[in-house]
Protein backbone atom coordinates (compact mmCIF):
# COMPACT_ATOMS: atom_id res chain seq x y z
CA UNK A 1 0.00 0.00 0.00
CA UNK A 2 1.54 3.27 -0.87
CA UNK A 3 2.15 6.28 1.55
CA UNK A 4 -1.05 8.39 0.20
CA UNK A 5 -3.29 5.53 0.19
CA UNK A 6 -2.59 4.74 3.55
CA UNK A 7 -3.13 8.80 4.83
CA UNK A 8 -6.43 8.46 3.10
CA UNK A 9 -7.19 5.37 4.81
CA UNK A 10 -6.49 6.67 7.83
CA UNK A 11 -7.91 10.21 7.23
CA UNK A 12 -11.33 8.40 6.68
CA UNK A 13 -11.34 6.13 9.75
CA UNK A 14 -10.92 9.73 11.27
CA UNK A 15 -13.74 11.06 9.68
CA UNK A 16 -16.33 8.15 10.79
CA UNK A 17 -15.07 8.49 14.27
CA UNK A 18 -15.76 11.77 15.02
CA UNK A 19 -18.85 11.47 14.20
CA UNK A 20 -19.49 7.97 16.13
CA UNK A 21 -17.84 9.74 18.77
CA UNK A 22 -20.22 12.50 18.96
CA UNK A 23 -22.82 10.43 18.84
CA UNK A 24 -21.42 8.16 21.91
CA UNK A 25 -21.15 11.01 23.53
CA UNK A 26 -24.45 12.44 23.26
CA UNK A 27 -25.06 8.93 24.17
CA UNK A 28 -22.96 8.47 27.00
CA UNK A 29 -24.33 12.12 28.52
CA UNK A 30 -28.20 10.76 28.55
CA UNK A 31 -27.04 7.55 30.48
CA UNK A 32 -24.86 9.80 32.94
CA UNK A 33 -27.33 12.08 33.74
CA UNK A 34 -30.41 8.94 33.55
CA UNK A 35 -28.19 7.24 36.33
CA UNK A 36 -27.43 10.22 38.21
CA UNK A 37 -31.30 11.01 38.62
CA UNK A 38 -31.88 6.70 39.17
CA UNK A 39 -29.05 7.49 42.12
CA UNK A 40 -30.23 10.45 43.45
CA UNK A 41 -33.66 9.57 43.71
CA UNK A 42 -33.78 7.38 47.05
CA UNK A 43 -32.33 10.58 48.73
CA UNK A 44 -34.65 12.78 47.44
CA UNK A 45 -37.28 10.47 48.62
CA UNK A 46 -35.72 9.82 52.03
CA UNK A 47 -35.43 13.47 52.53
CA UNK A 48 -39.34 14.11 50.91
CA UNK A 49 -40.62 11.48 53.09
CA UNK A 50 -39.24 12.94 56.50
CA UNK A 51 -40.86 16.13 56.26
CA UNK A 52 -44.51 14.80 55.48
CA UNK A 53 -47.03 14.61 58.66
CA UNK A 54 -47.63 11.29 59.33
CA UNK A 55 -50.95 10.93 58.19
CA UNK A 56 -49.71 11.83 54.57
CA UNK A 57 -47.00 9.13 54.31
CA UNK A 58 -49.12 6.10 53.56
CA UNK A 59 -50.82 8.12 51.34
CA UNK A 60 -51.31 6.54 47.65
CA UNK A 61 -50.63 7.58 44.92
CA UNK A 62 -48.08 9.04 47.37
CA UNK A 63 -47.09 13.34 46.96
CA UNK A 64 -43.51 14.06 45.84
CA UNK A 65 -43.46 17.23 48.13
CA UNK A 66 -44.51 17.26 51.79
CA UNK A 67 -47.28 19.68 52.45
CA UNK A 68 -47.35 21.05 55.07
CA UNK A 69 -43.40 20.56 55.41
CA UNK A 70 -43.13 18.60 59.22
CA UNK A 71 -40.06 20.39 60.36
CA UNK A 72 -40.95 18.72 64.02
CA UNK A 73 -40.53 14.87 62.59
CA UNK A 74 -36.42 15.64 63.28
CA UNK A 75 -36.74 16.97 66.89
CA UNK A 76 -39.35 14.80 67.79
CA UNK A 77 -37.64 11.85 65.87
CA UNK A 78 -34.20 12.33 67.42
CA UNK A 79 -35.50 12.66 70.88
CA UNK A 80 -37.96 8.92 70.51
CA UNK A 81 -34.43 8.03 71.14
CA UNK A 82 -31.45 9.30 72.46
CA UNK A 83 -29.35 9.95 69.34
CA UNK A 84 -26.96 12.56 70.66
CA UNK A 85 -25.96 9.86 72.68
CA UNK A 86 -25.57 7.22 70.02
CA UNK A 87 -23.63 9.99 67.75
CA UNK A 88 -21.32 10.73 70.77
CA UNK A 89 -20.24 7.14 71.35
CA UNK A 90 -19.88 6.81 67.59
CA UNK A 91 -17.63 9.59 67.61
CA UNK A 92 -15.53 8.94 70.67
CA UNK A 93 -15.30 4.93 69.21
CA UNK A 94 -14.27 6.13 65.86
CA UNK A 95 -11.22 9.02 67.26
CA UNK A 96 -9.92 6.13 69.14
CA UNK A 97 -9.62 3.63 65.99
CA UNK A 98 -8.05 5.77 64.13
CA UNK A 99 -5.97 6.52 66.57
CA UNK A 100 -4.82 2.68 66.84
CA UNK A 101 -4.67 2.76 63.25
CA UNK A 102 -3.30 5.55 61.87
CA UNK A 103 -0.54 4.44 64.61
CA UNK A 104 0.10 1.13 64.20
CA UNK A 105 -0.70 1.01 60.71
CA UNK A 106 1.94 3.32 59.40
CA UNK A 107 5.05 1.94 61.66
CA UNK A 108 3.93 -1.45 59.60
CA UNK A 109 3.66 0.19 56.32
CA UNK A 110 7.04 1.53 56.52
CA UNK A 111 8.46 -2.20 57.75
CA UNK A 112 6.78 -3.60 54.97
CA UNK A 113 7.83 -0.72 52.21
CA UNK A 114 11.51 0.10 53.45
CA UNK A 115 13.54 -2.46 55.25
CA UNK A 116 14.83 -5.76 54.23
CA UNK A 117 14.54 -9.21 56.08
CA UNK A 118 14.44 -12.53 55.71
CA UNK A 119 10.82 -14.01 56.14
CA UNK A 120 9.39 -10.61 54.60
CA UNK A 121 7.77 -11.71 51.58
CA UNK A 122 6.11 -14.34 53.27
CA UNK A 123 4.72 -12.32 55.67
CA UNK A 124 3.68 -9.83 53.31
CA UNK A 125 1.53 -12.74 51.69
CA UNK A 126 0.08 -13.34 54.82
CA UNK A 127 -0.90 -9.73 55.12
CA UNK A 128 -2.43 -9.82 52.06
CA UNK A 129 -4.59 -13.28 52.95
CA UNK A 130 -5.73 -11.96 56.20
CA UNK A 131 -7.48 -8.74 53.99
CA UNK A 132 -9.73 -12.09 52.45
CA UNK A 133 -10.11 -13.74 55.68
CA UNK A 134 -13.80 -13.58 56.55
CA UNK A 135 -14.78 -11.85 59.87
CA UNK A 136 -17.35 -14.37 61.21
CA UNK A 137 -14.55 -16.92 61.38
CA UNK A 138 -12.55 -15.28 64.15
CA UNK A 139 -15.91 -13.70 65.72
CA UNK A 140 -16.93 -16.15 68.12
CA UNK A 141 -13.50 -17.23 69.76
CA UNK A 142 -12.34 -13.29 69.98
CA UNK A 143 -16.33 -12.54 71.24
CA UNK A 144 -15.27 -15.42 74.06
CA UNK A 145 -11.69 -14.33 74.52
CA UNK A 146 -13.27 -10.62 75.24
CA UNK A 147 -16.28 -11.74 77.35
CA UNK A 148 -13.17 -13.94 79.64
CA UNK A 149 -11.61 -10.28 79.98
CA UNK A 150 -14.98 -8.66 81.24
CA UNK A 151 -15.14 -6.30 78.03
CA UNK A 152 -18.29 -6.92 76.83
CA UNK A 153 -21.22 -4.00 76.88
CA UNK A 154 -18.10 -1.66 76.37
CA UNK A 155 -16.31 -0.03 73.83
CA UNK A 156 -12.88 -1.87 74.28
CA UNK A 157 -13.70 -4.87 71.93
CA UNK A 158 -14.15 -2.29 68.98
CA UNK A 159 -11.55 0.05 69.79
CA UNK A 160 -8.37 -2.07 71.02
CA UNK A 161 -8.31 -4.68 68.01
CA UNK A 162 -7.48 -1.01 65.95
CA UNK A 163 -3.96 -0.61 67.71
CA UNK A 164 -2.94 -4.26 66.05
CA UNK A 165 -2.97 -2.82 62.55
CA UNK A 166 -5.52 -3.40 59.97
CA UNK A 167 -4.29 -4.93 56.62
CA UNK A 168 -6.10 -3.01 54.48
CA UNK A 169 -4.36 0.18 55.72
CA UNK A 170 -0.85 -1.23 56.08
CA UNK A 171 -1.29 -2.15 52.44
CA UNK A 172 -3.02 1.10 51.38
CA UNK A 173 0.41 2.98 53.18
CA UNK A 174 2.70 1.02 51.88
CA UNK A 175 1.49 1.25 48.42
CA UNK A 176 1.93 5.02 49.54
CA UNK A 177 5.65 4.75 50.95
CA UNK A 178 6.52 3.05 48.24
CA UNK A 179 5.54 6.18 45.77
CA UNK A 180 7.95 8.06 47.92
CA UNK A 181 11.64 8.85 46.96
CA UNK A 182 14.23 7.37 49.28
CA UNK A 183 16.41 10.58 49.14
CA UNK A 184 14.51 12.03 51.94
CA UNK A 185 14.94 9.26 54.10
CA UNK A 186 18.45 8.52 53.40
CA UNK A 187 19.44 12.25 53.89
CA UNK A 188 18.16 11.91 57.36
CA UNK A 189 19.28 8.63 58.38
CA UNK A 190 22.97 10.43 56.95
CA UNK A 191 22.26 12.91 59.46
CA UNK A 192 22.32 10.73 62.10
CA UNK A 193 18.12 9.84 62.73
CA UNK A 194 16.79 7.32 64.01
CA UNK A 195 13.69 5.33 62.60
CA UNK A 196 10.96 6.36 64.17
CA UNK A 197 12.54 10.32 63.90
CA UNK A 198 12.21 9.62 60.25
CA UNK A 199 8.77 8.65 60.21
CA UNK A 200 8.11 11.41 62.38
CA UNK A 201 9.93 14.52 60.79
CA UNK A 202 10.74 13.06 57.24
CA UNK A 203 8.07 10.44 56.23
CA UNK A 204 4.71 11.86 58.28
CA UNK A 205 4.55 15.29 56.47
CA UNK A 206 4.79 13.60 53.21
CA UNK A 207 2.24 11.06 54.14
CA UNK A 208 -0.06 12.94 55.09
CA UNK A 209 -2.90 12.63 52.43
CA UNK A 210 -2.24 8.71 52.70
CA UNK A 211 -3.36 9.59 56.30
CA UNK A 212 -6.21 11.40 56.49
CA UNK A 213 -7.38 8.45 54.03
CA UNK A 214 -7.18 5.95 56.67
CA UNK A 215 -8.54 8.33 58.87
CA UNK A 216 -11.76 8.77 56.37
CA UNK A 217 -12.05 5.46 55.94
CA UNK A 218 -11.56 4.17 59.56
CA UNK A 219 -14.32 7.46 60.14
CA UNK A 220 -17.02 5.67 57.62
CA UNK A 221 -15.51 1.98 59.32
CA UNK A 222 -17.13 3.15 63.15
CA UNK A 223 -19.98 4.86 61.62
CA UNK A 224 -21.01 2.35 59.84
CA UNK A 225 -20.56 -0.68 61.52
CA UNK A 226 -22.92 -2.26 62.69
CA UNK A 227 -22.00 -6.83 63.41
CA UNK A 228 -19.51 -5.27 66.12
CA UNK A 229 -21.85 -3.10 68.42
CA UNK A 230 -24.26 -5.49 67.90
CA UNK A 231 -22.63 -8.01 69.19
CA UNK A 232 -20.55 -6.00 72.11
CA UNK A 233 -22.82 -3.19 73.14
CA UNK A 234 -25.83 -3.81 75.03
CA UNK A 235 -26.84 -0.83 76.91
CA UNK A 236 -28.59 1.44 75.18
CA UNK A 237 -26.49 4.64 76.53
CA UNK A 238 -23.52 2.43 74.26
CA UNK A 239 -24.96 2.33 71.51
CA UNK A 240 -23.21 3.86 68.13
CA UNK A 241 -25.41 5.57 65.73
CA UNK A 242 -25.61 2.50 63.29
CA UNK A 243 -26.92 0.11 66.29
CA UNK A 244 -29.01 3.11 67.51
CA UNK A 245 -30.80 3.50 64.21
CA UNK A 246 -31.52 -0.18 63.98
CA UNK A 247 -32.63 -0.28 67.51
CA UNK A 248 -34.99 2.40 66.51
CA UNK A 249 -36.33 0.37 63.30
CA UNK A 250 -37.38 -2.61 65.20
CA UNK A 251 -39.51 -0.67 67.78
CA UNK A 252 -41.06 1.77 66.06
CA UNK A 253 -41.53 0.05 62.92
CA UNK A 254 -44.19 2.39 61.49
CA UNK A 255 -43.71 5.53 61.68
CA UNK A 256 -41.68 6.37 58.49
CA UNK A 257 -41.43 10.25 58.55
CA UNK A 258 -39.50 9.86 61.59
CA UNK A 259 -37.38 6.72 60.27
CA UNK A 260 -36.45 8.54 57.14
CA UNK A 261 -35.46 11.40 59.41
CA UNK A 262 -33.36 9.64 61.84
CA UNK A 263 -31.93 7.83 58.71
CA UNK A 264 -31.21 10.65 57.33
CA UNK A 265 -29.47 12.31 60.25
CA UNK A 266 -27.43 9.22 60.25
CA UNK A 267 -26.28 9.38 56.46
CA UNK A 268 -25.68 13.41 57.10
CA UNK A 269 -21.93 13.06 58.79
CA UNK A 270 -21.07 10.48 56.04
CA UNK A 271 -22.12 12.94 53.69
CA UNK A 272 -20.31 15.67 55.11
CA UNK A 273 -17.01 13.58 55.30
CA UNK A 274 -17.67 12.29 51.98
CA UNK A 275 -17.85 15.88 50.14
CA UNK A 276 -14.70 16.85 51.81
CA UNK A 277 -12.76 14.44 51.88
CA UNK A 278 -13.98 12.90 48.18
CA UNK A 279 -10.30 12.54 46.59
CA UNK A 280 -9.18 10.77 49.51
CA UNK A 281 -11.68 8.21 49.33
CA UNK A 282 -11.41 7.89 45.48
CA UNK A 283 -7.94 7.71 45.74
CA UNK A 284 -7.58 4.93 48.58
CA UNK A 285 -10.09 2.57 47.02
CA UNK A 286 -8.25 3.30 43.62
CA UNK A 287 -5.09 2.59 45.14
CA UNK A 288 -5.79 -0.57 46.98
CA UNK A 289 -8.59 -1.72 44.21
CA UNK A 290 -6.07 -2.03 41.04
CA UNK A 291 -2.46 -2.32 42.29
CA UNK A 292 -4.06 -5.60 44.27
CA UNK B 1 22.47 14.92 64.90
CA UNK B 2 26.09 14.87 65.43
CA UNK B 3 25.53 11.46 67.03
CA UNK B 4 25.62 9.33 63.66
CA UNK B 5 28.88 11.13 62.69
CA UNK B 6 30.82 10.43 65.66
CA UNK B 7 30.05 6.18 64.94
CA UNK B 8 30.82 6.56 61.74
CA UNK B 9 34.90 5.66 62.40
CA UNK B 10 34.21 2.66 65.04
CA UNK B 11 32.81 1.48 62.12
CA UNK B 12 34.99 1.44 59.61
CA UNK B 13 37.75 -0.05 61.50
CA UNK B 14 35.84 -3.10 61.90
CA UNK B 15 36.34 -4.25 57.92
CA UNK B 16 33.27 -4.09 55.45
CA UNK B 17 32.66 -7.70 55.47
CA UNK B 18 31.46 -7.69 59.35
CA UNK B 19 29.46 -4.06 59.22
CA UNK B 20 27.44 -5.27 56.16
CA UNK B 21 26.53 -8.30 58.25
CA UNK B 22 25.66 -6.02 61.64
CA UNK B 23 23.85 -3.75 59.32
CA UNK B 24 21.50 -6.43 57.79
CA UNK B 25 21.36 -8.01 61.34
CA UNK B 26 20.20 -4.58 62.53
CA UNK B 27 18.09 -4.20 59.53
CA UNK B 28 16.35 -7.39 60.33
CA UNK B 29 15.87 -6.16 64.02
CA UNK B 30 14.32 -3.14 63.03
CA UNK B 31 11.46 -4.88 60.33
CA UNK B 32 10.17 -7.21 63.13
CA UNK B 33 10.28 -4.40 65.79
CA UNK B 34 8.11 -2.12 63.06
CA UNK B 35 6.16 -4.68 61.98
CA UNK B 36 5.33 -6.27 65.73
CA UNK B 37 2.02 -4.74 66.23
CA UNK B 38 0.39 -6.18 63.41
CA UNK B 39 2.30 -9.73 63.83
CA UNK B 40 0.84 -9.81 67.87
CA UNK B 41 -2.44 -8.83 66.34
CA UNK B 42 -2.06 -11.86 63.56
CA UNK B 43 -2.04 -14.16 66.92
CA UNK B 44 -4.12 -12.66 69.01
CA UNK B 45 -6.99 -11.98 66.38
CA UNK B 46 -6.73 -14.18 63.24
CA UNK B 47 -4.20 -17.27 64.58
CA UNK B 48 -5.11 -17.82 67.98
CA UNK B 49 -9.08 -16.91 67.01
CA UNK B 50 -8.85 -19.78 63.82
CA UNK B 51 -7.22 -22.27 66.24
CA UNK B 52 -9.81 -21.71 69.05
CA UNK B 53 -12.71 -22.07 66.51
CA UNK B 54 -11.62 -25.43 65.18
CA UNK B 55 -11.16 -27.08 68.70
CA UNK B 56 -14.46 -24.87 69.73
CA UNK B 57 -16.44 -26.61 67.09
CA UNK B 58 -16.08 -30.06 68.81
CA UNK B 59 -17.93 -28.94 71.93
CA UNK B 60 -21.36 -27.72 73.34
CA UNK B 61 -20.91 -24.73 74.93
CA UNK B 62 -23.42 -21.92 75.53
CA UNK B 63 -21.08 -20.15 77.52
CA UNK B 64 -22.64 -20.22 81.18
CA UNK B 65 -22.29 -23.86 81.94
CA UNK B 66 -19.43 -26.26 81.51
CA UNK B 67 -18.08 -26.99 78.17
CA UNK B 68 -19.23 -30.49 76.89
CA UNK B 69 -17.21 -32.32 74.31
CA UNK B 70 -19.13 -33.74 71.51
CA UNK B 71 -16.71 -35.23 68.90
CA UNK B 72 -18.03 -34.55 65.19
CA UNK B 73 -21.43 -34.31 66.01
CA UNK B 74 -21.96 -30.25 65.55
CA UNK B 75 -20.64 -31.10 61.83
CA UNK B 76 -22.87 -34.28 61.84
CA UNK B 77 -26.01 -31.96 62.06
CA UNK B 78 -24.61 -29.68 60.16
CA UNK B 79 -24.41 -31.70 57.35
CA UNK B 80 -26.88 -34.02 57.58
CA UNK B 81 -29.45 -33.27 60.33
CA UNK B 82 -29.86 -29.49 59.87
CA UNK B 83 -32.60 -28.36 57.17
CA UNK B 84 -31.36 -24.65 57.45
CA UNK B 85 -28.22 -24.48 56.87
CA UNK B 86 -29.14 -26.28 52.97
CA UNK B 87 -31.31 -23.27 53.22
CA UNK B 88 -28.59 -20.75 53.99
CA UNK B 89 -26.49 -21.92 51.69
CA UNK B 90 -28.74 -22.11 49.05
CA UNK B 91 -29.92 -18.31 49.93
CA UNK B 92 -26.37 -17.07 49.77
CA UNK B 93 -24.90 -18.57 46.75
CA UNK B 94 -28.03 -17.62 44.82
CA UNK B 95 -27.89 -13.95 45.82
CA UNK B 96 -23.89 -13.82 45.39
CA UNK B 97 -23.99 -15.79 41.86
CA UNK B 98 -26.82 -12.55 40.70
CA UNK B 99 -25.36 -9.94 42.35
CA UNK B 100 -21.62 -10.29 41.63
CA UNK B 101 -21.95 -10.55 38.07
CA UNK B 102 -24.87 -7.40 37.86
CA UNK B 103 -22.47 -5.42 40.18
CA UNK B 104 -19.37 -6.20 37.43
CA UNK B 105 -20.89 -5.40 34.28
CA UNK B 106 -23.14 -2.52 35.68
CA UNK B 107 -19.74 -1.07 37.42
CA UNK B 108 -17.89 -1.25 34.16
CA UNK B 109 -20.69 -0.30 31.81
CA UNK B 110 -21.21 2.61 34.00
CA UNK B 111 -17.24 2.93 34.20
CA UNK B 112 -17.18 3.17 30.21
CA UNK B 113 -19.55 5.80 29.92
CA UNK B 114 -18.06 7.87 32.58
CA UNK B 115 -14.96 7.18 30.28
CA UNK B 116 -16.27 9.09 27.32
CA UNK B 117 -14.33 12.62 28.44
CA UNK B 118 -17.84 13.99 29.65
CA UNK B 119 -17.62 16.86 31.50
CA UNK B 120 -18.40 17.54 35.08
CA UNK B 121 -16.90 13.34 35.68
CA UNK B 122 -16.65 14.71 39.17
CA UNK B 123 -20.41 15.13 40.29
CA UNK B 124 -21.19 12.31 38.37
CA UNK B 125 -18.77 10.36 40.12
CA UNK B 126 -19.49 11.42 43.31
CA UNK B 127 -23.26 10.92 42.82
CA UNK B 128 -22.79 7.25 42.14
CA UNK B 129 -20.12 7.11 44.58
CA UNK B 130 -22.35 8.75 47.21
CA UNK B 131 -24.62 5.77 48.31
CA UNK B 132 -21.42 3.11 49.16
CA UNK B 133 -20.42 5.66 51.87
CA UNK B 134 -23.63 5.36 53.73
CA UNK B 135 -24.16 3.76 56.85
CA UNK B 136 -25.63 0.02 55.92
CA UNK B 137 -28.63 0.06 58.25
CA UNK B 138 -29.75 3.92 57.24
CA UNK B 139 -28.96 2.76 53.91
CA UNK B 140 -30.97 -0.38 54.71
CA UNK B 141 -34.30 0.97 56.54
CA UNK B 142 -34.48 3.85 53.79
CA UNK B 143 -34.59 0.91 51.30
CA UNK B 144 -37.10 -0.81 53.31
CA UNK B 145 -39.37 2.33 52.73
CA UNK B 146 -38.56 2.09 49.07
CA UNK B 147 -39.73 -1.50 48.81
CA UNK B 148 -42.63 -0.95 50.71
CA UNK B 149 -45.56 -2.70 49.19
CA UNK B 150 -48.16 -0.06 49.44
CA UNK B 151 -46.54 3.29 49.35
CA UNK B 152 -43.15 2.70 48.78
CA UNK B 153 -41.35 4.33 45.87
CA UNK B 154 -40.66 1.83 43.82
CA UNK B 155 -44.03 0.12 43.42
CA UNK B 156 -45.41 4.03 42.87
CA UNK B 157 -43.07 3.73 39.72
CA UNK B 158 -43.83 0.93 38.77
CA UNK B 159 -47.72 1.56 39.13
CA UNK B 160 -47.42 4.55 36.68
CA UNK B 161 -46.64 2.26 34.11
CA UNK B 162 -49.29 0.26 34.72
CA UNK B 163 -47.71 -3.00 37.20
CA UNK B 164 -48.48 -3.92 40.32
CA UNK B 165 -45.70 -4.37 41.93
CA UNK B 166 -44.92 -7.73 43.84
CA UNK B 167 -45.07 -7.39 48.36
CA UNK B 168 -41.43 -7.46 48.09
CA UNK B 169 -39.51 -8.00 51.42
CA UNK B 170 -42.88 -9.58 52.53
CA UNK B 171 -43.27 -12.33 49.89
CA UNK B 172 -41.25 -15.25 50.23
CA UNK B 173 -40.44 -14.51 46.48
CA UNK B 174 -39.72 -11.54 46.45
CA UNK B 175 -37.46 -10.47 48.95
CA UNK B 176 -34.32 -11.75 47.91
CA UNK B 177 -34.26 -9.67 44.83
CA UNK B 178 -35.63 -7.03 46.75
CA UNK B 179 -32.35 -6.99 48.92
CA UNK B 180 -30.64 -6.84 45.00
CA UNK B 181 -31.86 -4.34 43.90
CA UNK B 182 -31.09 -2.48 47.53
CA UNK B 183 -27.46 -3.46 46.81
CA UNK B 184 -27.15 -2.31 43.51
CA UNK B 185 -27.49 0.90 44.87
CA UNK B 186 -24.04 0.65 46.05
CA UNK B 187 -22.86 0.41 42.72
CA UNK B 188 -20.45 3.02 42.41
CA UNK B 189 -18.13 1.32 44.57
CA UNK B 190 -16.96 -1.12 41.44
CA UNK B 191 -17.26 2.49 38.97
CA UNK B 192 -14.78 4.37 40.77
CA UNK B 193 -12.30 1.14 41.01
CA UNK B 194 -12.99 0.51 37.35
CA UNK B 195 -12.89 3.99 35.98
CA UNK B 196 -9.82 4.89 37.72
CA UNK B 197 -8.29 1.39 36.23
CA UNK B 198 -9.59 2.61 32.92
CA UNK B 199 -7.53 5.80 33.49
CA UNK B 200 -4.87 4.09 34.03
CA UNK B 201 -4.27 2.32 30.64
CA UNK B 202 -1.60 4.27 28.49
CA UNK B 203 -2.63 6.39 25.43
CA UNK B 204 0.05 5.28 23.01
CA UNK B 205 -2.27 1.47 23.13
CA UNK B 206 -4.77 3.95 21.75
CA UNK B 207 -2.88 5.40 19.31
CA UNK B 208 -1.75 3.02 17.78
CA UNK B 209 -4.69 1.13 17.65
CA UNK B 210 -6.06 4.41 15.88
CA UNK B 211 -2.96 4.03 13.38
CA UNK B 212 -4.25 0.89 12.43
CA UNK B 213 -7.76 1.85 12.13
CA UNK B 214 -9.62 -0.49 14.77
CA UNK B 215 -12.59 0.40 15.33
CA UNK B 216 -13.95 1.13 18.97
CA UNK B 217 -15.07 -2.74 19.23
CA UNK B 218 -12.65 -4.24 18.42
CA UNK B 219 -10.54 -1.73 20.41
CA UNK B 220 -12.69 -2.28 23.72
CA UNK B 221 -12.24 -6.20 23.04
CA UNK B 222 -8.52 -6.25 22.17
CA UNK B 223 -7.06 -3.37 24.37
CA UNK B 224 -9.21 -2.05 27.07
CA UNK B 225 -10.63 -5.22 28.44
CA UNK B 226 -7.31 -7.24 28.44
CA UNK B 227 -5.78 -4.34 30.07
CA UNK B 228 -8.53 -4.41 32.65
CA UNK B 229 -8.73 -8.27 33.55
CA UNK B 230 -6.14 -7.64 36.76
CA UNK B 231 -8.77 -4.96 38.18
CA UNK B 232 -11.37 -7.14 37.48
CA UNK B 233 -9.45 -10.42 38.53
CA UNK B 234 -8.99 -8.54 42.12
CA UNK B 235 -12.53 -7.18 42.13
CA UNK B 236 -14.11 -10.83 41.70
CA UNK B 237 -12.73 -11.62 44.32
CA UNK B 238 -12.93 -9.20 46.76
CA UNK B 239 -16.28 -9.29 45.31
CA UNK B 240 -17.49 -12.90 46.03
CA UNK B 241 -16.31 -12.92 49.59
CA UNK B 242 -17.78 -9.87 50.67
CA UNK B 243 -21.48 -10.73 48.89
CA UNK B 244 -20.84 -14.24 50.58
CA UNK B 245 -20.74 -12.51 53.98
CA UNK B 246 -23.88 -10.25 53.44
CA UNK B 247 -25.31 -9.57 56.78
CA UNK B 248 -26.89 -6.32 57.96
CA UNK B 249 -29.68 -6.06 55.17
CA UNK B 250 -30.81 -9.34 56.42
CA UNK B 251 -30.45 -9.03 59.81
CA UNK B 252 -32.50 -5.28 59.27
CA UNK B 253 -34.75 -5.74 56.85
CA UNK B 254 -36.31 -8.81 56.77
CA UNK B 255 -33.97 -10.91 60.09
CA UNK B 256 -33.73 -13.93 57.29
CA UNK B 257 -37.60 -14.57 56.76
CA UNK B 258 -40.11 -14.62 55.38
CA UNK B 259 -40.45 -18.13 55.65
CA UNK B 260 -36.33 -18.18 55.71
CA UNK B 261 -36.02 -17.22 52.21
CA UNK B 262 -33.36 -14.28 53.02
CA UNK B 263 -31.72 -16.42 55.91
CA UNK B 264 -28.06 -15.41 54.82
CA UNK B 265 -25.12 -18.10 56.05
CA UNK B 266 -23.59 -15.44 58.30
CA UNK B 267 -27.42 -14.28 59.87
CA UNK B 268 -27.41 -18.24 60.64
CA UNK B 269 -24.17 -18.38 61.94
CA UNK B 270 -25.04 -14.69 64.15
CA UNK B 271 -28.25 -16.32 65.79
CA UNK B 272 -26.66 -19.99 66.62
CA UNK B 273 -23.78 -18.15 68.33
CA UNK B 274 -25.92 -15.16 69.87
CA UNK B 275 -29.55 -15.54 70.03
CA UNK B 276 -29.58 -19.52 71.00
CA UNK B 277 -25.77 -19.26 72.78
CA UNK B 278 -24.42 -22.81 71.00
CA UNK B 279 -20.94 -21.50 70.37
CA UNK B 280 -19.68 -24.85 69.38
CA UNK B 281 -21.77 -25.49 66.55
CA UNK B 282 -21.69 -21.64 65.45
CA UNK B 283 -17.58 -22.25 64.95
CA UNK B 284 -18.33 -25.60 62.96
CA UNK B 285 -20.74 -23.06 60.81
CA UNK B 286 -17.99 -20.57 60.71
CA UNK B 287 -15.55 -22.73 59.58
CA UNK B 288 -17.51 -24.29 57.09
CA UNK B 289 -17.86 -20.66 55.92
CA UNK B 290 -13.92 -20.37 55.80
CA UNK B 291 -13.44 -23.66 54.00
CA UNK B 292 -16.13 -22.35 51.10
CA UNK B 293 -14.62 -19.22 50.85
CA UNK B 294 -11.12 -20.69 50.41
CA UNK B 295 -12.41 -22.80 47.83
CA UNK B 296 -14.03 -20.33 45.97
CA UNK B 297 -10.93 -17.77 45.91
CA UNK B 298 -8.60 -20.63 44.71
CA UNK B 299 -11.12 -21.35 41.98
CA UNK B 300 -10.99 -18.00 40.96
CA UNK B 301 -7.44 -17.85 41.62
CA UNK B 302 -6.85 -20.98 39.66
CA UNK B 303 -9.02 -19.39 36.73
CA UNK B 304 -7.30 -16.55 36.06
CA UNK B 305 -4.41 -17.66 34.58
CA UNK B 306 -7.17 -18.64 31.93
CA UNK B 307 -8.01 -14.82 31.17
CA UNK B 308 -6.27 -12.69 33.50
CA UNK B 309 -3.60 -10.13 31.23
CA UNK B 310 -0.34 -9.16 32.68
CA UNK B 311 1.70 -6.76 31.53
CA UNK B 312 4.74 -8.15 32.15
CA UNK B 313 4.23 -11.41 30.80
CA UNK B 314 4.26 -9.24 27.27
CA UNK B 315 7.64 -7.78 28.01
Known amino acids: ?292 | MGKGRTREPSVRRRGRQRTRGSLARRETFLFYACISPWLLGLMLFVLWPMIASMVLSLFRWDLLSEARFVGLRNYEKLFARDPLVLQSLKVTAVYTLAYVPIEMVGGLALALVMNQKIRFLGVFRTIYYLPSVLPGVAFVVLWMWILHPDAGLLNTLLSYVGIEGPRWLAHPDWALPGLLLMSLWGLGRSMVIYLASLQGIPKHLYEAAQIDGAGSWPTFWKITLPMLTPTLFFNLVLSVISTFQTFTSAYVATDGGPLDSTLFYVLYIFRQAFTFRSMGYASALAWVLFVIILILTLLIVRSSREWVYYEEEAH
Open chain 1, 1 to 292: MSVEAGRLKSQGGQLGRSTRGRLSLVFAYVVAVAGAALFLLPLFWMISSSLKPNYQVLEFPPRWLPFPVQWSNYPEALTYVPFGRYALNTLLISVLTILGHVSSCTIVAYGFARLRAPGKDVLFVVLLATMMLPYPVTMIPVYIGFNALGWINTIWPLVVPAFFGNPFYIFLLRQFFMTIPRDLEEAAQIDGASTLQTIWYVLLPVMRPAIATVAVFGFQAAWTDFLQPLIYLHDQSKYTISLGLGFFRSSYDVRWSYLMAASFVTMLPMVIVFFLAQKSFIEGIALTGIKG
